[in-house]
């Protein structure tokens, strides 16, 4: 068996998968915070482009990808589905672990197999400007390329702790044409409210949305783009998923355990969506598990509550797992999981029993990521440490044979700033009380 198990671009999904019609229960719809009724398409008009609208609400099992689409796609998709030989050998374990490699795209994750088609309808429907938030930056710089390949402007606003830990990610958001703000900044009336109150916050992905939705919603010609939490950004991701199950396939393997790491969430549904069809139509029965920060665990110590999706209360309501639209999680180093809410339809289905939580420190996140380094050759981000501390504890547990699937969803070599805190011992697991949760959910609208 091969340790990378590839595919050529002839097997490029043609199609994104749907999982909302293969659920037992349809999901919540999103609400108008002022009428409190269900959102239609007019109402989010001002924010994106009536196809991306009709993805949102979209009840198809499958969706095709535009060609347009594939052809940036192939870029870099298939991508290579990995077995850790070197690293099941330094556990001692009788279990097999493979890894979907997301890190070998333009810009090192999984971000664009969103960003591109985002690029791509809001274009055809004549917009000329975009706008978004990011964290960690991997968003913001897959949508900066995915906007350069079809000629479109685009502001960042990047979550301040993020922007200062990692200088080289808005580099390359400008390297693509990108202009970069810190958020909160002085540019919008939101972040302006939020620097007046607390000029040394470091900012939050609730606050850098509100800042890019307050820009977006005030010009005729420029729409807002997410990197993950709605519907039409997991249906996107899926092409991870369908790759991973086809390649799985080729060597006669079928997970028992599929991890992935969870912010919004959508890295981890692009992985399990397609295995979650296989699982309902009783064809595979893995255990599917999300991985969160214990600095911010959402869906293990979060409410599962209708709540804003930015900070100022500018998008709809969503029936979500939330810390708390004002909740700013500590500066952990995993900028992409530092948001206050979790996936509508991933909240739904931990609702449903679909899959299960665990909350991680990031100093046992690290380790892991220092142990795949050295074992594997390939420095992962530090968001994916969380899937990959949850796969390296069920392998050193496991007493016979099975199979481990993660999604290692981008590298790490602008985050090089993190593992030198972790390997000079700097770097310190943070403590979220239950008091600080309590207090930002008594303000839940």
């Not at 791509?120 to 900066?144: D, H, I, K, M």
């Not at 390359?172 to 958020?183: D, I, T």
């Not at 700013?328 to 029993?353: F, K, N």
């Not at 011992?425 to 403590?431: I, P, Q, S």
Request: contains cysteine; proline residues 9%.
């Amino acid at each position: 068996m091969e340790t990378k198990i590839l595919l050529d671009e002839s097997r490029l999904p043609g199609r994104w998968y749907n999982v909302v019609p293969d659920l037992p229960a349809p999901p919540p719809p999103p609400l108008h915070p002022a009428t409190r009724e269900p959102v239609g398409p007019d109402d989010l008009a001002p924010l994106f482009p009536a196809e991306l609208i009709a993805q949102e609400a979209s009840t198809d099992r499958h969706v095709d990808i535009p060609e347009e689409v594939r052809e940036v796609y192939r870029l870099w998709r298939p991508t290579p589905l990995i077995r850790a030989r070197r690293l099941e050998r330094a556990l001692d374990t009788p279990a097999r672990i493979y890894v979907k490699y997301e890190g070998v795209s333009p810009v090192g994750s999984h971000k664009p197999n969103t960003a591109v088609p985002q690029a791509y309808y809001n274009a055809r429907a004549g917009v000329r400007r975009l706008t978004t938030e990011t964290g960690a930056g991997q968003w913001g710089s897959a949508l900066a390329f995915a906007c350069a390949q079809f000629g479109l402007d685009l502001d960042v606003w990047m979550v301040r702790a993020s922007y200062d830990q990692k200088p080289y990610r808005r580099s390359m958001m400008e390297l693509y044409g990108a202009r970069v703000h810190a958020s909160p900044s002085t540019a919008t009336a939101s972040g302006s409210g939020i620097l007046a109150e607390h000029p040394d916050s470091p900012g939050s992905l609730g606050i850098a949305i509100s800042e890019a939705v307050e820009v977006a919603a005030a010009s005729d010609d420029t729409r807002y783009a997410l990197g993950s939490v709605l519907n039409h950004v997991l249906l996107h991701q899926t092409v991870i998923g369908e790759e991973a199950l086809e390649q799985l396939a080729l060597v006669d393997e079928t997970p028992d355990v599929i991890v992935g790491c969870t912010g919004g969430g959508s890295n981890f549904a692009g992985l399990f969506f397609p295995f979650l069809r296989e699982k309902l139509a009783g064809r595979m029965d893995p255990v599917i598990r999300a991985v969160e920060p214990a600095a911010c665990p959402t869906f293990t110590r979060g409410r599962y509550a209708y709540d804003f999706g930015d900070t100022a209360g500018f998008t709809p309501l969503l029936k979500m797992h939330t810390l708390g639209h004002e909740f700013v999680p500590d500066p952990i180093h995993a900028g992409g999981l530092r948001y206050h809410g979790m996936a509508p339809l991933l909240s739904h289905m931990y609702e449903l029993g679909l899959f299960d939580a665990v909350a991680k420190p990031q100093r046992e996140c690290f380790e892991a990521g220092v142990l795949f380094a050295r074992t594997e050759g390939i420095v992962p981000a530090p968001e994916p440490t969380h899937a990959l501390a949850a796969a390296v504890e069920e392998a050193r547990n496991a007493t016979s044979e099975k199979v481990i699937l993660t999604a290692l969803c981008g590298h790490g070599h602008l985050d090089m700033a993190a593992y030198d805190r972790y390997l000079s011992g700097e770097m310190r697991d943070l403590d979220l009380s239950v008091d600080r949760i309590e207090a930002s959910l008594s303000r839940l609208p």
